[in-house]
């Protein structure tokens, strides 16, 4: 299929599949008048791109892992695993936060010791429930 019923199958621009391929990330066959031409398999690789981008890796990393004998898949992947975590941290401590200054009976939070801990630089505030 042409570059465009490609794009329009993946709600891209065309200009997002040129760039890949610039960034040798799904590289399409020519046809003998030179246009692109994606198989289904180039399909499910650039699904599988817009996955890896939903959760943050950037094209150079993406062609790192597509394929497995990539020399630092491994470490790309384990470095974006961290990344989530440490975010997913985060977030957590924000929701407890939050859902403490919901409840928080003072005035303003900042008379609040609990509210307050949340905010001290260097607190990782983990431990506050």
Known sequence: MRIGEAAARL???THVLRHWEDERV??????SSGHRDYAEEHLRRL?????CQRV?????????ILHRDEPERVAVIDRRVRE???????LDTAER???H???CRHDFITRCAECSAYAEPGDEAGSHG
């Open 47 to 51: 699904h599988i791109v817009q996955s």
């Open 26 to 31: 799904v590289i399409p066959q020519r046809t």
């Open 97 to 99: 936060f939050l859902s």
């Open 84 to 90: 989530i975590r440490r975010l997913r941290e985060e």
């Open 101 to 103: 200054v919901l409840e």
């Open 11 to 13: 709600g891209v621009a």
């Open 56 to 64: 943050g890796l950037s094209l150079p990393e993406i062609r790192q």
